[in-house]
């Protein structure tokens, strides 16, 4: 049962436009959910996070936002630059400071110059 | 440097035998996490230590797989008469406590052939 789920494998965007990736969960007990960022061969980076009390969260160029009722969450990166290409995995919490995360499987973000 | 550090990074081994994964966290960090990534999948969570207590185990990890951290700082992962299944990437994480953000290290692949 995959809880958290991004349903694009892969996106491709131009350099300096808007990527936008989704993350859709199905547990109504998650109410923290992050963003980790991986590279090849190395493991994932921490990028940003949310709390459910709150609809939009932003740092720089990264922007989360939430749709509780859609149980939906979505990563805005503008502008796009080619650093960003990675591999983004969703990840939710039961509670802030939870002891675990669970994951989607990934999208594969590709900046074309 | 502070990171998380694993060793080993890479681990091919024969079906049948043992394996032992080491994990340095943070030194901060009283929180540390196991995860196995498989190909095409995000992390998934294994198990989960609080200083030198092993406080919760996925349903993932059968009776082969044992992981401990003694006096609370490195942590060993064990896996016992490995199978080809096993075939992984194995991700630390640390964090401090009431964080959900963790911070995770480069991963040991592991190839059972």
């Known amino acids: 049962d995959q809880q958290v789920k991004q349903n694009s494998p892969s996106l491709s965007v131009q350099e300096g436009r808007i990527s936008i990736l989704n993350c859709d969960y199905t547990n109504s007990m998650f109410d923290y959910f992050l963003w980790y960022k991986k590279y090849p061969a190395e493991g994932p980076t921490f990028l940003i996070s949310?709390?459910?009390?709150?609809d939009k969260n932003e740092d720089g160029r990264f922007t989360v936002f939430l749709n509780k009722s859609a149980k939906h969450l979505s990563l805005h990166i503008v502008p796009s630059q080619p650093g960003d290409s990675a591999v983004y995995f969703c990840a939710a919490s039961a509670v802030q400071g939870a002891q675990k995360l669970v994951f989607g499987q990934g999208t594969r973000l590709t900046i074309n110059p | 440097d502070t990171g998380v550090s694993q060793d080993p990074r890479h681990k091919i081994t024969k079906r049948g035998q043992n394996v032992t994964f080491r994990c340095d966290p943070i030194?901060?960090?009283?929180?540390l996490y196991w995860y196995r990534q498989t190909l095409g999948q995000g992390p998934e969570f294994l198990t989960y230590f609080q200083n030198e207590a092993q406080l919760e185990k996925s349903r993932l990890l059968s009776d082969r797989f044992s992981a401990e951290r003694p006096k609370g700082s490195f942590s060993t992962l064990e896996i016992q008469r490995t199978e080809q299944g096993d075939s992984a990437m194995y991700l630390c994480a640390s964090s401090l406590k009431g964080a959900t953000e963790a911070f995770f290290g480069q991963g040991t692949r592991l190839t059972v052939v």
């Open positions: 949310i709390s459910s009390i709150k």
């Open positions: 030194s901060e960090h009283n929180r």
